[in-house]
């Protein structure tokens, strides 16, 4: 597509359920990273596939978060057992060699809100 | 210490201005790096990237780059209300790899 989409917009989940984030990259985007962003914060590095080497994790603060990315193209983030402290903007950004120096490209975010 | 560090801010400027924005970062072996406009309620958009030493000019903004200091610098000429905005910096430690960020620097321009 034109550029990084990512569903739903927002998600209102109460404390306790699993919630599943999407994001679809930009096409032939070989790079896709997970960021969330809380508010008046800067943003917190969560996860990083490149091509089809394993995926960088090191950034998931618990065990509770888990991503996948399927056919080097969608990727969808889960989170487990929600908790108050998962409310956030959760955002995806995706690039490339050729992408200014493989500069991000990102999605517009899911607003997740945990009650 | 931060990984980036930026101005803490606001910054506040004068429409027609030069602002200027800082970051500095920890790793001496960082790669390349950023700058990201981030309109309130929006996504971060990339506006600047650097990854040799000196300056980078694209229209009214210019990115200079120190690697010695691990200083980096983003000034905006001819500052605009539409430049309104938060100015993130990142940094990456291999150019394939993940960016870190600092927490931005809240920027407005006053008509």
């Known amino acids: 597509g034109a550029g990084v989409s990512q569903s739903p917009s927002n998600k209102v989940t109460e404390k306790g359920k699993d919630v599943e984030l999407r994001c679809d990259p930009i096409?032939?985007?070989?790079?896709l990273y997970w960021y969330r962003q809380s508010l008046g914060q800067g943003l917190e590095f969560l996860i990083y596939?490149?091509?089809?080497?394993?995926?960088?994790k090191s950034g998931l603060p618990s065990d509770r978060f888990s991503a996948e990315r399927t056919g080097g193209s969608v990727s969808t983030l889960t989170i487990q057992r929600t908790q108050q402290e998962d409310s956030a903007v959760y955002l995806c950004?995706?690039?490339?060699?050729?992408?200014?120096?493989?500069?991000?490209?990102f999605g517009s975010g899911t607003r997740l809100t945990v009650v | 210490q931060k990984e980036v560090e930026q101005n803490s801010g606001p910054l506040s400027v004068p429409e027609g201005a030069i602002a200027s924005l800082n970051c500095t970062y920890s790793?001496?072996?960082?790669?390349?790096f950023f700058w990201y406009r981030q309109y309130s309620g929006k996504s971060p958009e990339l506006i600047m990237f650097?990854?040799?030493?000196g300056d980078k000019e694209d229209g009214r903004f210019t990115a200079q780059l120190n690697k010695a200091s691990q200083y980096v610098s983003l000034l905006i000429r001819d500052s605009q209300p539409s430049d309104s905005a938060t100015y993130l910096c990142?940094?990456?430690?291999?150019?394939?790899?993940?960016?870190?960020f600092g927490d931005g620097t809240t920027l407005t321009v006053k008509p």
């Open positions: 950004a995706s690039s490339s060699p050729d992408r200014a120096y493989y500069g991000y490209t």
């Open positions: 096409s032939g985007h070989t790079a």
């Open positions: 596939f490149q091509g089809n080497s394993a995926p960088d």
């Open positions: 790793d001496r072996g960082s790669q390349s």
């Open positions: 650097i990854y040799s030493n």
């Open positions: 990142a940094v990456k430690i291999t150019n394939a790899g993940k960016s870190t």
